[in-house]
Nanobody, 116 residues
Framework: VQLVESGGAFVQAGESLTLSCAVSGMTISVFSRNAKNWYRQAPGKQRELVATIIRGGDTTYADSVKGRFTISRNNVRTTVSLQMNSLKVEDTAVYYC????????WGQGTQVSVYS
């Protein structure tokens, strides 16, 4: 199983970005029934859970991104996306895609840097 994130960039505060995670080597059935998460890790800080989408499509978000970020998935294409609006300097971090929880599948991360 391989997860490949893309879409990270160096952007000004207030701008938007969409991160994508392409999952390969996983059947549609396994992909669709597992929770899909986006985590992030800022320099000197612990990795934190940013957004989750579960099998039925329900989503949850960290308080710090609620109302600005939207997680979505395409079960047929086995992709997960994170739409990030109104970016803030404090959103600067490496963003990681995760399938199935912390002990399961991870991508290599994509850097998002936000400047004021």
């Amino acid at each position: 199983v391989q997860l490949v994130e893309s879409g990270g960039a160096f952007v000004q505060a207030g701008e938007s970005l969409t991160l994508s995670c392409a999952v390969s080597g996983m059947t549609i059935s396994v992909f669709s029934r597992n929770a899909k998460n986006w985590y992030r890790q800022a320099p000197g800080k612990q990795r934190e859970l940013v957004a989750t989408i579960i099998r039925g499509g329900d989503t949850t978000y960290a308080d710090s991104v609620k109302g600005r970020f939207t997680i979505s998935r395409n079960n047929v294409r086995t992709t997960v996306s994170l739409q990030m609006n109104s970016l803030k300097v404090e959103d600067t971090a490496v963003y990681y895609c995760n399938i199935g929880g912390p002990s399961q599948y991870w991508g290599q991360g994509t850097q998002v840097s936000v400047y004021s």
